[in-house]
């Protein structure tokens, strides 16, 4: 789950990182008496949205125009700065073509900032370790850095059985060419986001940039902060903050029936049970010339109701021109998918091609059920009997 910046700050500063103050607006007005409350001469006006790149950002109805973050000397600018984000479609490298409507904008002071850099915290499952990442190319695009300049990335990983230490920040600060008290100040810095980290059961914490100020303070200029899904039971605080506003509607519909769904590009829909299945069916989908629509993993102990849930959201993208069902029965039983299958299908008035790969539990009955059914379902023998499928159906039907 992703929260907006202006909440990442507000989290992050109760565990002792260092943050700049502001208040969020929900007007022009609100975004002036946002102002007023800081000490200025200069503040910042920032669009709340969950994508990054909002600076280099350009809004849909002001292509030429500035982005996403603009700077203000007067409570003036700060006004026209608001007006011209809140309301407006924002669109950045992390948005796609479509943008992210802008509902608020969050004020906060200027500051003198020497330096840019860049931190983050994240988990290397490839060693079951927090991984703290830095870089001293602050506000570019950590993937960009890593590509033409990998030199450049520092890491320490953090062994979870003794826990953050002294020497992983100093590590860190010498690679990034900090001096005297500010490598003193790194580490309380640096310390304060692996406790937020683990305390809040985190994803990833970025701050990019970090900023060195001319007074030689640390401080986190921007903040994103997202979770893991698993551990939200244990922070109804956290989960109060989802922005529904800012989710896919079709991801979020998913959630409400504990289905793992994320929405993609091609024209496939996919229906899988197993997150391991569901990449294989994506992956021979490609293979035999389609993309696929979605990832959509609707688990081991799948209901007919969940199954007929899960059609709706598949066909409520528009760019769905066939779906393709890959079920390996253990838990479940493939004659209950079968009767969700059908139901669905008489339910939303099935007008693509589907076909349906059944195995395991009761895999013959699953396919008696569909036979009978009287639609015009397409059985299929294997995953790439299905995928051939499937590729054909669409292109027969276009």
């Known amino acids: 789950m992703n929260i907006h910046e202006y909440q990442?700050?507000?989290?992050?500063?109760?565990?002792?990182?260092a943050v700049l103050d502001g208040h969020i607006a929900w007007t022009p007005d609100e975004a002036v008496e946002a102002a007023k409350k800081l000490p200025g001469p200069i503040y910042v006006v920032k669009s709340q949205i969950h994508a990054g790149g909002r600076g280099a950002g350009k809004f849909k109805d002001a292509p030429e125009g500035k982005g996403g973050v603009r700077l203000a000397k007067s409570l003036e600018e700060v006004r026209e700065a608001a007006a011209a984000m809140i309301?407006?479609?924002?669109?950045t490298k992390q948005t796609g073509p479509l943008g992210r409507l802008v509902r608020r904008v969050y004020v906060?002071?200027?500051?003198d900032i020497k330096r840019e850099l860049y931190l983050s915290l994240l988990i290397d499952r490839s060693v079951s370790e927090v991984v703290i990442i830095a870089s001293v190319e602050g506000g570019m695009e950590i993937e960009e850095v890593a590509e033409h300049h990998p030199e450049k990335i520092l890491r320490a990983p953090v062994d979870p059985a003794s826990g953050i230490s002294s020497f992983h920040a100093r590590k860190l600060a010498f690679g990034l060419g900090l001096e005297g008290k500010q490598i003193a100040t790194f580490g309380k810095f640096v310390d304060a986001m692996y406790k937020a980290f683990v305390a809040l059961d985190c994803a990833t914490i970025e701050i990019n940039p970090l900023v060195v100020t001319g007074a030689g303070e640390i401080i986190a200029l921007d903040a994103k902060v997202a979770f893991d899904d698993n551990a939200l039971y244990r922070h109804e605080a956290i989960e109060a903050l989802r922005d529904e506003g800012e989710e896919d509607p079709k991801e979020l519909e998913a959630t409400k029936h504990s289905?793992?769904?994320v929405a993609l590009d091609g024209s496939i829909g996919c229906m899988v049970n197993g997150a391991g299945l569901?990449?294989?069916t994506m992956d021979i989908i490609k293979l035999y010339g389609a993309e696929p629509a979605n990832f959509l993993?609707?688990?081991g102990g799948a209901t007919k109701e969940r199954v007929t849930a899960a059609f709706k959201i598949i066909l409520?993208?528009?760019?769905?021109?066939?779906i393709l069902v890959n079920i390996f029965g253990g838990i479940m039983r493939c004659d209950v998918i079968a009767e969700g299958v059908i139901a669905a299908?008489?339910?939303v008035s099935l007008s693509v091609p589907l076909v349906v790969r059944l195995e395991g539990t009761n895999v013959q009955l699953g396919k008696d059920i569909m036979a009978k059914s009287g639609l015009p379902i397409i059985s299929a023998d294997n995953l790439a009997d299905a995928a051939e499928k499937i590729v054909k159906a669409v292109k027969e039907a276009a």
Do not use: F, Q, W
């Open 108 to 111: 906060e002071s200027g500051c």
């Open 345 to 347: 299908a008489r339910e």
């Open 259 to 261: 289905l793992n769904y």
């Open 316 to 322: 409520s993208d528009p760019h769905v021109e066939g």
């Open 278 to 280: 569901a990449m294989a």
């Open 297 to 299: 993993d609707v688990g």
């Open 87 to 91: 309301g407006h479609t924002l669109i």
């Open 8 to 17: 990442g700050k507000e989290l992050l500063k109760a565990y002792g990182v």
